[in-house]
């Protein structure tokens, strides 16, 4: 689901004129200056949709709206499962198995600690700019985490090999040892 979300608008300015080489002439030119936009975009009053759709809401539903509706001006989410799970009435299980499921949807990512920050190209709160420049911040999240997993499969491989050298070793000892009586 990779949709457009910025588009380039020329705008108009104004108009100036110019020198024509050739002729020498002044010539009116039109003046515009590109502008990028959010594209696609909708525009939702998110505690009018909630509140109208909350008599067919579940409580996996509401802890999703209650995330969308607490995130801070960076889109990010800096409440505890536990906080989460008193404010909207769901259990911590409900509310774990909404947030693995938000991840697994790639609707929102782990920064660290109980820190998530909410996808820009599919929902948030402020400008253009802003929007971006979380974008960033979100596609660095992704970076990272792919680093981390990356290191970590290296390490196991180390740890795999260390560890067969170490039953060699032990094996070699073990042959090479002899009892005391």
Not at 64 to 80: F, G, P, S, V
Not at 107 to 113: C, D, N, P, S, Y
Request: charged residues 25%.
């Amino acid at each position: 689901m990779n949709k457009k979300t910025i588009t380039t608008k020329e705008m108009p300015v104004g108009v100036q004129e110019y020198i024509d080489k050739i002729s020498g002439e002044l010539v009116p030119c039109k003046i515009t200056k590109l502008i990028e936009k959010d594209y696609n975009f909708h525009k939702v009053w998110m505690t009018n949709l909630i509140s109208s759709l909350e008599d067919i809401a579940n409580q996996k539903t509401k802890v999703a709206y209650w995330i969308l509706m607490h995130l801070n001006r960076e889109n990010k989410l800096l409440y505890t499962q536990q906080e989460i799970s008193a404010a909207t009435g769901a259990s911590i299980q409900t509310v774990n198995i909404v947030i693995k499921s938000l991840i697994n949807a790639d609707l929102i990512r782990q920064i660290g600690g109980g820190i998530y920050i909410v996808n820009p190209n599919t929902y948030f709160k402020g400008t253009t700019k802003a929007r971006q420049t979380t974008a960033c911040c979100y596609n660095a999240v992704a970076k990272k985490q792919e680093y981390d997993e990356e290191m970590l499969q290296a390490l196991q491989a180390q740890i795999a090999k260390l560890e067969k050298r170490a039953e060699l070793i032990k094996s070699k000892t073990n042959k090479h040892s002899t009892p005391v009586t």
